[in-house]
């Protein structure tokens, strides 16, 4: 966001105090911020107390060798255990897990017992096929039920999970089994999208062609498309699983046993595996969402409509919900199959309580229309939250208005894949809203806003965010990469964890986020590597250069916009160019990569040092006057280029 656009923000003066019928019942209140503040170890300590050990941790944090954080390190638990067996045992087999709405319209209601069942199910089918605890399993799966217990039968046996997002293409997913040594992938034959079926064991068995490792496949039925099944190597999950026994017993590992890798763009070409362990992960999970989204177990139904192939669906579908003994809601498709109140109809079927979502969603219900809510009941709704980009104040209140008809809190909660869980956000009992920031840590995390020289700024003043204090959620490592989890994450400020965002205080000292400061987008909602789309584009045979940027989006938040350099070659590159090259990104990264704009230019703006300019071709492809260009080898390009584009059609 451009610093005019950000005073404009913060000249925002509309403000949101928590209903007071909230706020006398509220799980946070201003002690728990003092309590943290008092001993932020001892706080963690007490929230550690939320889910069940084996053996009860006398250490919290451990920081002996930083930025390598151990948390409870000598507590053993089990994180399926957690999230299903002893709330069963707790007596509560028949509350519902999850609300389960297929696209189609077809539904399941699944309680804890149900689940608890299935899970144990398939984690005898996963030994049954030589899983063993500390081997790694990719799971690609649509949004159904099978992803939940995919991903808790590999916790019950200490196999950790790599989940790899269903839009994802071929050769992403072949490129994230060979880097963490997968050898069981879980898959369906496909998924329902847009009112039809859409195959994804295809994309399974072409990235398997360069993963030779991979010795089984476990395919759910769902679409019950024609799927080829390798002999000896794919089984249907509905024979071989449904045919174990429903009895297993659980073992119990250390907190800092892994439970999962997720992979996410980083500044550079190569996806980084992100990875989290067992029992800080799960602390953090079930803290912040009975925190943030001031969780009543006992009533609330929570609805996470993001998918499970994302951090979100991992801590705040998955994780937290199910350690926290809630009722959630799971749907599959798309928010207009099929119309455009599929949505605000099941927050009326299923009475849903807390909605979840990225402002991207917010802003395509907003240009499709009020009326569209309005023909449904909403009632139910107590409070909203948003997640994944800076929250623009009118859509905000938009929600606010149209969704929760000026009843609930919006929480806009700031966090990354790293981060495990929230981290920035308002307490919905405690904070006095303000549309369009973050505002302060959640109690227990410590962060601050630094200059370039890693000093606090002060109240008014902009900077990097940083995290000054370990918290229990934060990944350990990134996989298999020790040295760039340093270098990444704690290099740039010594001793404090770079999230690699831009942010500023406002003269409450509260904070807003200004988007991304390395080579990353955020496009609805999700992390996309320029380079790792620049590679892409530079693979096709037509392709010399290629330089990405994220252009501000009214929809999206941000998009991707291409230029490429054709090779001499290829003359014009035909009257397809275009469309060609989005398809090859597709199926390089996958659909949600594809650019939105591609340009086809003689040159590229580069400094004398050789480094593309993508700040003058963001202030192209966002119709800007340009920007300083004095750096630049040969400032004429600009014109060549801004000429080129007038030209063309
Ligand atoms: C990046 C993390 C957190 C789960 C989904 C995305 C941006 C995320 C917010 C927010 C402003 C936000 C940041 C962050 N981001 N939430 N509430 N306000 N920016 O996870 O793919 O790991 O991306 O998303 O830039 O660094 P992710």
């Known amino acids: 966001m451009s610093e005019e656009g950000l005073s404009n923000l913060m000249h925002e003066d509309r403000r949101f105090p928590p209903p007071p019928e909230l706020a006398a019942h509220a799980n946070v209140t201003a002690a728990t911020y003092a309590e943290a503040e008092a001993d932020v170890e001892a706080f963690w300590a007490q929230q550690a107390r939320r889910i ?3 053996t009860e941790p006398t250490q919290v944090l451990d920081w002996s060798n930083p930025p390598f954080a151990q948390w409870f390190a000598d507590g053993r638990l089990n994180a399926a255990y957690n999230c299903l067996d002893r709330h069963v045992e707790a007596g509560l087999g028949d509350r519902v897990a999850f609300h389960f709405e297929g696209e189609p319209g077809d539904t399941r209601t699944i309680t804890y017992a149900d689940l608890a069942s299935e899970v144990r199910q398939a984690a005898n089918a996963l030994t049954a096929i030589g899983v063993e605890a500390g081997d790694r399993v990719a799971i690609y799966l649509p949004m159904i039920p099978e992803a939940v217990v995919a991903m808790l039968a590999c916790a019950r046996i200490g196999a ?5 997002f269903g839009g994802f293409s071929a050769d992403a997913l072949a490129s994230r089994i060979q880097d963490c040594g997968v050898e069981v992938v879980i898959t369906a034959d496909g998924g ?8 994804l064991k295809p994309a399974v068995d072409a990235a398997l062609e360069s993963c030779p490792d991979v010795h089984h496949v476990l395919v759910v039925r769902r679409t019950e498309q024609e799927t080829a099944m390798a002999e000896g190597r794919d089984l249907w999950w509905h024979e071989f699983v449904g045919g174990q026994a429903t009895e297993h017993a659980c073992e119990f590992f250390p907190a800092e046993h892994p439970l999962y890798i997720m992979y996410t763009s980083g500044s550079t070409g190569k996806p980084k595996g992100i990875l989290h362990t067992t029992g800080g992960y799960l602390v953090g999970t079930a803290y912040t969402h009975w925190a943030t989204f001031d969780l009543k177990p006992e009533t609330d139904v929570f609805w996470t409509a993001a998918d499970i192939g994302w951090v979100t669906g991992h801590s705040y579908l998955v994780y937290g919900p199910l350690a926290n ?5 799971m749907y599959e498709g798309t928010p207009d199959t099929p119309h455009q109140g599929r949505w605000w109809e099941l927050v009326d079927k299923y009475g849903v309580t807390i909605l979840y979502c990225a402002p991207t969603a917010i802003r395509t219900f907003m240009k499709w229309g009020a009326d569209i809510p309005e023909r449904h009941d909403l009632s139910s709704l107590r409070l909203l939250g948003s997640v994944g980009e800076p929250i623009n104040p009118e859509a905000y209140v938009w929600y606010r208005h149209h969704i929760g008809h000026d009843r609930t809190p919006v929480v806009d909660t700031w966090w990354q894949t790293e981060t495990g869980m929230h981290m920035i956000s308002p307490m919905p009992g405690v904070t006095v809203g303000k549309p369009g920031a973050a505002m302060t840590p959640v109690p227990g995390v410590k962060v601050e806003v630094v200059n370039d020289e890693g000093q606090p700024v002060g109240n008014g003043q902009g900077g990097y965010l940083t995290v000054t204090h370990p918290w229990p959620a934060m ?4 996989w298999g990469d020790d040295e760039r989890y340093v270098d990444t994450y704690w290099s740039r400020f010594p001793g404090m964890y770079f999230a690699g965002d831009g942010a500023k205080k406002d003269e409450d000292g509260d904070i807003w986020f200004l988007g991304r400061v390395d080579d990353v987008m955020n496009v609805s909602g999700h992390r996309m590597s320029t380079t790792e789309i620049e590679s892409a584009l530079v693979s096709h045979p037509k392709v010399a250069e290629a330089a990405v940027v994220g252009a501000t989006d009214p929809m999206t938040g ?12 290829a003359g014009d590159g035909g009257p397809d160019v275009v469309q060609e090259l989005r398809a090859h990104v597709a199926r390089e990264i996958g659909a949600i990569a594809k650019p939105r704009q591609i340009m086809v230019v003689e040159e590229l703006p580069k400094t004398r040092s050789g480094k593309i300019m993508r700040r003058l071709l963001r ?6 006057e340009l920007g ?10 600009m014109t060549l280029i801004q000429e080129n584009l007038a030209a063309s059609p």
Request: hydrophobic share 40%; aromatic share 6%; charged share 25%.
């Open 558 to 569: 941000q998009a991707v916009v291409a230029f490429v350099i054709l090779r001499s070659e």
């Open 192 to 199: 329902f999208r847009r009112g039809k079926p859409s195959p």
């Open 160 to 164: 950790p999970h790599t989940v790899v």
């Open 325 to 329: 003994g809630a009722t959630s809601v």
């Open 628 to 637: 300083d260009v004095t750096t630049l080898t040969d400032s004429s390009v």
């Open 619 to 624: 202030d192209i492809a966002e119709n800007r």
């Open 475 to 478: 990944l350990r490592t990134l």
């Open 52 to 54: 069940s050990w084996e």
